[in-house]
């Protein structure tokens, strides 16, 4: 990819003639401008040829899961009401809230979050089996490496969220 780049840039640099500064685009592909059309046919050959250095073939779009892993701040083992599920105040399904919702390594076996907004919390390394997570909103919350054996999901929003690691045995995803 890198050559193929390379070599399109350097085709680009020096085989390309400069258009005149007053020139239209539609007058540089006119049938007798031999120097735009010279440059439309070197703009297509290193098209090519960075394709081909791409493989020839489109690549996926990723939906942003291949994200770089980003640095939580600590978890603050002082509050004494961090580990309860609290809706977000903001009313938005879209994470914002005024205080993060920090549930990281909390025990919350059986507990239910049924019908609030939770979107955007740290779930990581807890224990959430049999908690009920109907009717939440669980946008964009990151939930790895935690258990949620026989966790209830029915009519939850849980788009954009992370599992990774986690343990999802049992767990009821109905018309999420």
């Not at 031999?34 to 779009?61: D, E, F, H, K, Y």
């Not at 105040?89 to 919702?101: E, I, V």
Request: with cysteine; net charge neutral; charged share 20%.
């Amino acid at each position: 990819l890198a050559a193929g780049a390379a070599l399109a840039l350097w085709i680009g640099n020096n085989c390309f003639v400069n258009p005149p500064s007053d020139a239209k685009a539609e007058d540089l592909l006119a049938e007798g401008n031999v120097a735009g059309q010279r440059r439309g046919l070197l703009m297509a050959l290193a098209g090519g040829i960075a394709a081909a250095a791409n493989g020839g073939l489109p690549q996926p779009a990723h939906a942003g899961f291949e994200r770089m892993r980003v640095a939580s701040p600590p978890i603050d083992r002082r509050d004494t009401n961090r580990c309860k599920f609290a809706s977000s105040s903001m009313g938005q399904a879209n994470a914002a809230r005024d205080k993060l919702l920090d549930l990281r390594e909390c025990n919350m076996k059986g507990d239910s979050a049924a019908d609030k907004d939770i979107a955007g919390a740290l779930m990581d390394r807890g224990d959430f089996s049999n908690v009920d997570f109907t009717n939440a909103i669980m946008s964009k919350a990151v939930i790895e490496n935690a258990t949620l054996v026989g966790a209830t999901f029915k009519n939850a929003v849980v788009d954009r969220a992370t599992f990774d690691g986690s343990n999802l045995r049992g767990a009821i995803f109905k018309n999420t």
